[in-house]
């Protein structure tokens, strides 16, 4: 481990008593995380309640994500979940002319599943070939009647990072707005979505962004969203002075507009504090720790005869190892009760560490692995 992150272990207490490799689902609670939790319940137990200061609180987790990603915060909106996010975007290319959306088969399923809720939308589904997509293919099934490309930078089963500028550029030359999930890169990936020129992109907080479900953010290129009028909207997506005017309808300015009802402030004291974490330590620095401990993996894993799933290089799977296990659910629930925390997928288990985790981490559940392969 990187000696200057070693420092970053002891706030995450869950380290002391298990080995927490489930990033791609949920993080380990950080103690800066937790205070944030109880400060919002503090905030019911003590006062009655505090709205202005959980606004507050919203504010700066948007500017936080901004930060990550390389937005403006106006360009940002905070909501429950990813797929409220797809939804909302989907509301809002309606009334759009062009009427076909173009997605992969490494998406995760809630993309399809809300495409596949817009009735007069045709759908067109890139496949991947081992794994991975090749960027060639993005030339031949974006085409000039495509409306939205919703492309995964990171993909759920198997850790294949996509290079997300050369796909936007792809998507730009045929005149196709661009949707990225980030969930699984944003927190361990460095993103710029300004010099990527991504359109829109959403991230959920739970996994390597260090916080809990019920807070995501949803990025629309300020121009763009000002253009865009998102038919899943409400009370916070309008102008702050037409708020409790039930006669009055204006959208908010930028990305705010996508945004519905009251958020889940209890999760999002817990995101702001993750994403200031995350930004102190910087994007950079977590990437090379977890690339190199997913090389480290992905070469033990190998040693000890394991079946490696999706990409071989360490360039194009960055932060996840995925082993092939037809019993993937059983051989977790095994793990689990020697306080291994991973995550199982289909056929595949996931070991997805992040920069707290330590080489030693990584090979005490491979070793684990191999033996529950041996006993199952
Ligand atoms: C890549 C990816 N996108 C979207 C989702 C769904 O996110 P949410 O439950 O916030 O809608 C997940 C959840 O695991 C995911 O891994």
């Given at each position: 481990m990187d000696s200057s992150l070693t420092q970053y272990r002891n706030l995450f207490p869950s380290l002391q008593t298990h080995t927490m490799l489930a990033n791609c689902s949920q993080s380990a609670l950080a103690a800066p995380v937790s205070k944030a939790i109880t400060e919002y319940q503090e905030s019911l137990l003590q006062k009655g309640g505090n709205w202005d200061e959980a606004i507050e609180r919203t504010e700066k987790a948007r500017n936080e994500f901004a930060r990550l990603i390389g937005a403006e915060p106006e360009e940002i909106a905070v909501l429950p979940s990813v797929t409220d996010?797809?939804?909302?975007?989907?509301?809002?290319?309606?009334?759009?002319?062009?009427?076909?959306?173009?997605?992969?088969?490494?998406?995760?399923?809630?993309?399809?599943?809300?495409?596949?809720?817009?009735?007069?939308?045709?759908?067109?589904?890139?496949?991947?070939?081992?794994?991975?997509?090749?960027?060639?293919?993005?030339?031949?099934?974006?085409?000039?009647?495509?409306?939205?490309?919703?492309?995964?930078?990171?993909?759920?089963?198997?850790?294949?990072?996509?290079?997300?500028?050369?796909?936007?550029?792809?998507?730009?030359?045929?005149?196709?707005?661009?949707?990225?999930?980030?969930?699984?890169?944003?927190?361990?990936?460095?993103?710029?979505?300004?010099?990527?020129?991504?359109?829109?992109?959403?991230?959920?907080?739970?996994?390597?962004?260090?916080?809990?479900?019920?807070?995501?953010?949803?990025?629309?290129?300020?121009?763009?969203?000002?253009?865009?009028?998102?038919?899943?909207?409400?009370?916070?997506?309008?102008?702050?002075?037409?708020?409790?005017?039930?006669?009055?309808?204006?959208?908010?300015?930028?990305?705010?507009?996508?945004?519905?009802?009251?958020?889940?402030?209890?999760?999002?004291?817990?995101?702001?504090?993750?994403?200031?974490?995350l930004n102190g330590i910087g994007t950079a620095r977590i990437h090379k720790e977890v690339k190199e401990l997913s090389a480290f993996a992905y070469g033990y894993a190998s040693e000890k005869g394991l079946n490696l799933a999706g990409p071989p290089s360490c360039e194009d799977r960055p932060g996840m190892i995925s082993i092939y296990d037809e019993r993937a659910s059983e051989t977790a629930a095994l793990l689990k009760r020697q306080n291994i925390i991973c995550s199982p997928r289909h056929h595949v288990i996931r070991l997805a560490p992040h920069f707290y985790n330590t080489k030693d981490e990584l090979a005490y559940a491979i070793d684990q692995l191999a033996f529950a392969h041996r006993r199952i």
């Open positions: 996010a797809a939804v909302s975007v989907a509301s809002a290319l309606s009334n759009c002319k062009k009427k076909q959306a173009v997605y992969t088969d490494l998406d995760f399923p809630a993309i399809a599943h809300v495409w596949k809720a817009q009735a007069d939308v045709t759908l067109s589904v890139i496949p991947s070939d081992e794994g991975m997509i090749p960027l060639e293919r993005y030339e031949t099934f974006i085409t000039d009647q495509t409306l939205v490309t919703c492309v995964p930078h990171v993909a759920y089963t198997n850790g294949f990072v996509q290079n997300v500028k050369q796909i936007a550029a792809i998507a730009a030359k045929k005149g196709s707005l661009l949707f990225v999930d980030a969930y699984q890169s944003a927190g361990h990936v460095p993103i710029d979505v300004k010099e990527w020129g991504v359109d829109m992109l959403a991230a959920g907080a739970r996994k390597y962004m260090l916080g809990i479900p019920g807070t995501a953010f949803l990025y629309v290129r300020k121009e763009l969203a000002e253009q865009l009028k998102p038919k899943a909207s409400g009370w916070f997506g309008q102008q702050k002075d037409t708020a409790f005017d039930l006669t009055r309808f204006s959208y908010a300015d930028g990305a705010k507009r996508f945004e519905t009802g009251t958020p889940a402030f209890i999760s999002v004291y817990a995101a702001n504090a993750a994403l200031s974490l």
